[in-house]
């Protein structure tokens, strides 16, 4: 199996060559002999071990059999400790995601601080079937179905090819001690039951079941090719970029053969579930709208809108210091002082200094907000001016308000000026702000 292994790197992976490498080992037998070959070939390798804390003294125990292998191996070895079941509840997560999440943040963390080039974990043959197994109960689409990949941006796989057996055989011929999960052998968990119960018998079938499977995948990676090409092709009629959100044309999506299938491919990267819905939004009236956990759907007239959620954590208030005369977050707006008016348009405006309390404030509207709109009399309620300019909900949501100390509205940004901010003959100093 070294020489198999180290032949697949040449021919597949020859970037691992030479880079520093950061394995993710757990002390099952997977990860520890994944370490020992590529210690054998004299890789730049170090190991980050996780405990969960999930199974009392199991848990240290492997721990500690992990820094054992590292100081025999001569290889650097990180540990992290989790409250894995505090963190789970906290977040309304399983176990088993909360622990995913944990690990791969803490990875990510790593990598940054020491400048890892790839992050490798110890996936093989039978893990990459039995995922395809558990996709497939679960109605996945062909992205599902196309496996685990081998390279995923820094994360490699380089026992994919490889099967348990393999693993199990460079194990005991090497005489290598590995720890041994006991809720590995338990049905308990999904995985576990295609395991024990499915893959035996599939196996029986078809004693080849490994090698034709994965000459199944390739062919759907093929196949995933081509959809996504043809997807690519679509998108640039159907999709269009407006401040802060996504268009889609209803009429240009309807042209399509297939317009629920191309909405899936358009649309899967924004964790919708309720496909069937998405699609209903098509003939739906205006207003209508579907919610993932990251993002929403409008419908507005004869387009889809697509924006991000807008987390309750995040800031909804930005100040502006008299002092400063550029912002870039949360919008980029460029401030300075002119001697006269040029051009003037909804991205520019030019106001009388003398009138402004500073620190401005960058907000998004509220109701009961008003303001005194440019060449009228009398003040105007937001929604109603909103509603005047036919603006779509997430339209709405994405509008800043430039305010005077968070009180009157200055300017409703890319749209209209309050008049009580406009120059007149008797203004003094003229502060010219442009959205860029």
């Not at 999930?54 to 191996?73: A, H, I, P, W």
């Not at 999904?190 to 078809?206: A, C, D, S």
Request: hydrophobic residues 35%; aromatic residues 10%; neutral net charge.
């Amino acid at each position: 199996m070294l020489q198999e292994l180290s032949n697949h790197i040449n021919h597949n992976l020859p970037f691992l060559k030479g880079k520093k490498l950061l394995i993710a080992i757990s002390g099952g037998i997977d990860s520890v002999v994944l370490t020992h070959l590529l210690s054998a070939l004299k890789f730049n390798i170090s190991l980050a071990h996780c405990n969960f804390n999930l199974r009392g003294t199991e848990s240290d125990l492997d721990e500690n059999f992990v820094k054992e292998l590292g100081k025999e191996q001569n290889i650097a070895v990180f540990t992290s400790h989790f409250n894995t079941e505090e963190f789970a509840k906290k977040n309304k997560q399983s176990t088993q995601i909360a622990a995913r999440n944990l690990r791969y943040d803490w990875f990510n963390e790593l990598i940054e601080k020491h400048q890892f080039d790839y992050l490798l974990t110890a996936h093989h043959a039978d893990d990459n079937l039995e995922t395809f197994l558990i996709n497939l109960t679960r109605g996945a689409g062909l992205d599902g179905l196309t496996g685990i990949p081998e390279i995923n941006g820094n994360i490699v796989r380089p026992l994919l090819t490889f099967s348990r057996n393999d693993v199990l055989t460079f194990a005991k011929e090497n005489n290598i001690y590995w720890r041994e999960d006991k809720s590995n052998a338990s049905t308990k968990y999904t995985r576990n039951k295609i395991r024990h119960l499915i893959t035996p018998i599939l196996k029986e079938i078809n004693p080849s079941l490994l090698e034709t499977f994965t000459k199944t995948t390739e062919h759907l990676k093929e196949s995933l090719q081509i959809i996504e090409d043809k997807v690519n092709d679509v998108s640039t009629k159907v999709i269009s970029t407006e401040n802060n959100f996504i268009k889609l044309d209803i009429s240009e999506i309807e042209k399509t053969s297939n317009p629920k299938a191309y909405l899936y491919q358009l649309l899967k990267e924004y964790n919708f579930t309720e496909w069937n819905d998405v699609y209903q939004l098509l003939s739906a009236q205006s207003g209508k709208q579907v919610l993932s956990k990251t993002h929403t759907l409008l419908k507005n007239r004869g387009f889809l809108l697509l924006s991000k959620n807008v987390s309750s954590n995040e800031v909804k208030m930005f100040l502006i210091e008299e002092t400063q005369s550029e912002i870039t977050n949360p919008i980029h707006l460029k401030l300075e002082e002119v001697k006269e008016k040029s051009t003037e348009n909804n991205q520019t405006i030019y106001v009388d200094k003398q009138r402004l309390s500073f620190p401005l404030t960058l907000r998004k509207w509220q109701d009961g907000d008003f303001f005194y709109p440019t060449g009228m009399t009398g003040k105007k309620k937001l929604s109603k001016y909103f509603k005047d300019q036919k603006l779509s909900l997430l339209e709405k949501q994405n509008t800043w308000l430039l305010c005077n100390n968070n009180e009157d509205i200055i300017w409703i940004i890319d749209y209209r000026l309050d008049n009580r901010f406009e120059t007149t003959q008797q203004t003094k100093s003229i502060l010219k702000i442009a959205l860029l």
